[in-house]
C-alpha cells in the first residue's frame, strides 16, 4: 500500500527557510518509517504538490531545488524518489466516485490527502509546522450523495506527524495488510514486516508454503500468529501468555514419551523443545512455539496436524 500525504499540512506552515527543511526531512523519515511497517516507499500526494508554500515564499520545489549548505542533499534526491508521478490523490478520488459522489473537508478546505487515507482505511503523512495536524487523529467531514440518499458525518483518519505517532500506531497499521494475506505464500512474504517479532523454523515455513488459503482453518493460523506476536509486543514482564487463543504445554508423559517429535531447529541455528502449543480445535491442527522473552522472539517450530501423545499415541 503507497503512503499518502496531507497538503493541509504544507499551508505555509513553517516561519523560516531553515525550519521547513528540518519538517520536511523529518517527514521523509517517517516515510522510511511506514516503509518497514509494510508501505511501500511511495508517497501519493496531490497534483500541485511541488507548488506548496511551506514557509513564507518558499515551495516544496524551491526545496528540493535549493542548494545552500544546510539542505541535505540525500534527503532531497529521496523526496524526488518517494513522490509518484501519477495517479495523484485527486485521480484516486475521481475513480472512487464513479457510484456515488462525495467530499471530504477539513477546517473549511477540500481534503483530498484525508479523504483518500478515510477510502484506502489507512493514514496520512503531515509536516509538523502546522498544529492542527499535532494529533494522530483527525476529524473531518464526511459527505455523499447517491440516487437514494444524501448523507453527512464526522470521520475519523490516522495522522502521523512524528515518530511517536508511527509507533504508537504500528501495530493497528500493520493489522490493515493481513487482510492481504490469502494464502501461504503470501503469509511468508509479509511475515517479517507485519509480524517482526515472529521466527519460522524451515520446517514450519514448509508446512505453511503449501498452504492455499482455502483451507477453513487458514485465517485462524493468522490470527493464532498475530496473537502470539502481540502478546510479544506488549510484552514487559512476567510469563508469556497468549490471550484470546487456547494453548497449553505438553504433559510430563508426553514429552517422555514422544518429545522427539516436538524437537523443532529454529532460525538461529538452534534445536529446541516446543511444548508450548497452540490449538486450532475445528481443524484439530496445532501451532508449536517457543517463546524467548529477553529476545523479544517468538519461534513457531510446527504448524499442522495434532502430534501424538501420551493419551493418544496415535
Not at 484506502?120 to 440518499?149: E, H, M, P, V
Request: aromatic residues 12%; glycine residues 6%; charged residues 25%.
Amino acid at each position: 500500500m503507497d503512503q499518502i500525504f496531507n497538503e493541509l499540512s504544507a499551508c505555509c506552515c513553517y516561519q523560516s527557510k531553515q525550519s521547513a527543511n528540518a519538517g520536511i526531512e523529518r517527514m521523509l523519515k517517517l516515510v522510511i518509517e511506514m516503509n518497514k511497517i509494510g508501505y511501500t516507499q511511495q508517497l501519493r500526494t496531490a497534483r500541485d504538490f511541488g507548488q506548496l508554500e511551506i514557509a513564507p515564499q518558499y515551495t516544496i520545489n524551491d526545496w528540493v531545488y535549493d542548494r545552500n549548505d544546510w539542505v541535505d542533499r540525500d534527503f532531497q534526491r529521496r523526496l524526488l524518489t518517494f513522490v509518484a508521478k501519477s495517479p495523484y490523490v485527486e485521480d484516486f478520488l475521481d475513480q472512487s466516485q464513479k457510484e456515488l459522489v462525495h467530499e471530504f473537508t477539513f477546517d473549511g478546505s477540500n481534503a483530498c490527502g484525508l479523504g483518500l487515507a478515510y477510502l484506502w482505511g489507512s493514514c496520512t503523512l503531515s509536516l509538523d509546522g502546522d498544529s492542527r495536524f499535532a494529533n494522530d487523529r483527525i476529524s473531518l467531514r464526511f459527505y455523499q450523495i447517491d440516487d437514494k440518499q444524501e448523507l453527512e458525518e464526522i470521520v475519523q483518519v490516522i495522522n502521523l506527524t512524528t515518530l511517536e505517532h508511527v509507533l504508537a500506531n504500528s501495530e493497528i497499521l500493520r493489522s490493515s495488510f493481513i487482510k492481504e494475506i490469502t494464502n501461504g505464500s503470501r503469509l511468508l512474504e509479509q511475515f517479517e514486516r507485519l509480524f517482526p517479532k515472529i521466527s519460522f523454523s524451515e520446517k514450519a515455513k514448509k508446512q505453511i508454503a503449501v498452504l492455499t488459503g482455502s483451507e477453513q482453518y487458514f485465517q485462524e493460523i493468522v490470527r493464532h500468529i498475530k496473537v502470539l506476536h502481540e502478546t510479544m509486543v506488549n510484552w514487559s514482564s512476567g510469563p508469556f501468555d497468549p490471550q484470546g487463543i487456547t494453548w497449553s504445554v505438553e504433559s510430563v508423559p508426553t514429552l517422555n514419551q514422544f518429545g522427539a517429535t516436538r524437537q523443532f531447529t529454529c532460525s538461529d541455528g538452534v534445536d529446541r523443545l516446543f511444548s508450548c502449543h497452540s490449538k486450532l480445535m475445528s481443524a484439530n491442527k496445532r501451532i508449536h512455539f517457543y517463546p524467548i522473552t529477553e529476545q523479544h522472539t517468538v519461534h513457531i517450530g510446527y504448524v499442522g496436524d495434532h502430534l501424538p501423545t501420551h493419551k493418544y499415541p496415535t
